[in-house]
């Protein structure tokens, strides 16, 4: 069991899709991973920043899920990072309607003292220089993780890029490793971006799965088909919390094994979309969990008899 | 091994990708399908129709991958089906340029006496009375495989309904089975479609896979990322052909072979799409499939150890 270090949002979100509008809700970047990643009751401490006006009930219920928050500025005159946006009918595209960034807009990440030793680090999606603030505090980390998005290559590309070549795995979208790599053809694109530092790169396809790629090798986790995908926030985080917590937990950082985590994370992004914002990730049972993994294995085993 | 009915078109093709344009080659969709399924030296017969333009030479070809073409009538006097179309940069989509019914207008298909008692049909995408038409001079095949699009959806559907109330098994892509159901979660859609008539249905979702539903169980095939697609004409077909040439070969109908039929299908279809054309399916060794159906296992398989 290795320690896992997560900076991200803590945030609140107001979420609309054909199913249904929420009002303020729990969200947050590193709220998804966090609970992701307390699934395998990964040691992890959040990095990130609050307002006054975040609950004592959230901070409660992120501690008995096994989260260390000494890494959690609150702000007590200040407000929580808030995001609302509203879905499409296809549930894949979305429009941001409000982003009040609040006290994220001075934010500066203070990794605790004991989690500088941490094994893994998961960077969930914000600005790059606070991604590389924390790499900066880190000691030699074995596995740093990146999730960024679109926003950051049009707005601060160049920081980004420093991001980039110091971490071992990126996790971005299709359109994302598109536009990062100037390829359409993704296999292309992975290269391309491996080329600007990591190791390996994780493609996210929403509802048409993930790949891996690692040198010359790339294997596929597809999403779990499902009758209804009820709110899509928090997914791609949910997935990285699910990939870094059992990476972490496993202590194995080989290609292999993250061949395992993907699965990992898949099954975990799976229940995330079948509620508003992480309602279902706060009582999910190993059971479920265990479960949802033998239905990934049935859907893509099988068995040819070459003659 | 099982004797194997293909109606669908025999074709000439104009074709332009993002990597060139082609003059009059050979296409259509009985011809991939009869191409891929005779890389299982599967005994099958093309019901078609071309004219009296349509080259010696690409008669003898099918005749040497095994086909029996006595359902395939040369109208003398009469030009080959012919179609243009252009891929955009996606090579998702493509603009359709040219569509000569010509031969094609006035099709009767007259299936060889000696095939009316073939096990498996495979009703490549043509008007559902032509595909209708070989199922009544059918002598009680043991598996109907249709395939069709949007085109048919929209100008006879009631025609088309009776042909999938008729049939085992319904491939059609992601967007075909939303139109088709009203459904937009291909879970749901599947299964009313299911209620139409097929026990199977293969959603193909190009370069994201295709998904295997049947009852209450669901198998996913991905595609193979493949560095380049040169064009995807006819990569439909050819997983069609894969499916039921595989399936005819080994004359088992089970939802457990259909999944290594699938698996077959698209390492064929990964093929197709590497060069213009049928090019690619011309000369390819069973080594090459045998390769490619290892990288498919390689490229989902995991082993985790649930703890």
Redesign the interface.
């Known amino acids: 069991m290795s320690k896992l270090v997560i900076v991200g949002t803590v945030a609140f979100d107001a979420i609309e899709t054909p199913f249904g509008k929420t009002g303020k809700i729990l969200g947050g970047a590193a709220t998804y991973i966090g609970l992701a990643a307390s699934q395998f009751k990964t040691d992890g401490a959040i990095v990130s920043i609050v307002g006054g006006d975040f609950p004592e009930e959230n901070l409660e219920m992120l501690k008995d899920k096994g989260m260390n928050l000494s890494g959690l500025e609150i702000v007590k005159e200040g407000k929580t990072f808030f995001w609302s946006g509203k879905y499409h009918?296809?549930?894949n595209t979305r429009d941001t309607l409000i982003t009040d960034l609040n006290v994220l807009a001075d934010f500066e990440p203070k990794v605790p003292q004991d989690y500088i030793d941490a094994e893994v680090v998961m960077l969930g999606n914000l600005h790059p220089l606070v991604q590389l603030g924390v790499i900066e505090q880190m000691n030699d980390p074995k596995l740093i993780v990146l999730d960024t998005m679109n926003f950051w290559m049009d707005s601060a590309l160049e920081d980004l890029m420093k991001v980039i070549a110091k971490v071992d795995v990126i996790t971005i979208n299709d359109e994302e490793a598109r536009q990062l790599s100037g390829e359409?053809?993704?296999?292309?694109a992975a290269h391309k971006i491996m080329e600007m530092g990591p190791d390996y790169v994780v493609i996210k396809?929403g509802e048409?799965?993930a790949?891996l790629f690692g040198d010359d090798d790339?294997?596929?986790?597809?999403a779990m088909?499902?009758?209804?995908?009820f709110d899509p926030t928090g997914a791609g985080d949910t997935f990285a919390g699910g990939f870094t917590g059992y990476l972490a937990k496993t202590g194995d950082y080989s290609y292999t094994n993250m061949?395992?985590a993907?699965?990992?994370g898949s099954a975990l992004a799976s229940f995330c979309v079948e509620k508003f914002g992480p309602e279902r990730l706060l009582n999910l049972s190993n059971k479920e969990v265990?479960e949802r993994?033998q239905q990934f294995?049935?859907?893509?085993?099988?068995?040819?008899k070459?003659t």
């Open positions: 009918n296809d549930m359409y053809s993704l296999v292309k396809k048409h799965g790949l790339v294997f596929f986790a597809p088909p499902l009758r209804e995908v061949k395992n993907i699965i990992n265990y993994i294995k049935s859907l893509t085993q099988f068995d040819i070459l």
